[in-house]
């Protein structure tokens, strides 16, 4: 750390300064000036939002005594808006939520809305060219002391390619299900630990015990 980047305060001891370009830095003179703070934070302000782009995230806050609602211009991005979203509450915000998904995510946020706590949800929005796309929103509200929740903040994530290979890895399970139960052979899996998690429908023919009373070691009570 250089020169340019302690002061003192008035007990003697050091205090780190805000980094601020050499052109600002001979406004330097005690405190940092509102020019400076402002600088600071807009700096910062855009670090955050090219952090948030880069992970397809976006922030939200939302002032819970007067409903008002507030988040960058992410969120814009992942409801597929080209120009800033108007919204005044909840329901409003609604309309752009895939109608399947719209009593859950209300659900969450009333429950939220009252209580402290963290919350997530996974849903679907409906962008304007009538695509779908998966979001996850996750957060905490937050009471500030007070005895009742004053407002709740957090972020959204597109999560489309994951819903994607979640939804691949479970129509592949339901094929390897109906291959396996077709063939006149005992088949069954294990874990990478040896853990037992599947059986097929000849092991429970030939050994008369269903696939739950297999799993957890119970396969080998059909073992002389």
Known sequence: MGNDDVRRDNRGATEQL???????RSFQCGDPTPLEVDWALGAQHQRVQAALSAASMGAFWCDIPSNHW???QNINALFGRSTP????GLGELLKAIHHDDRHAVMRVATRSCKQTGAFCIDFRVLWPDGSVRWVQAKGRTV???????????GVLMDVTDYKHREECLRRNERRFRAMSHAIPAMVWTCTADGREQYFNDSWSRYTSLSEQDSLNGGWMSVLH
């Open 85 to 88: 979203m108007t919204v005044k």
């Open 18 to 24: 805000l980094r601020l370009p050499q052109h600002l």
């Open 70 to 72: 507030q988040w960058d």
């Open 143 to 153: 009471n500030e002391g007070m005895h009742e929740p004053m407002y709740l903040t």
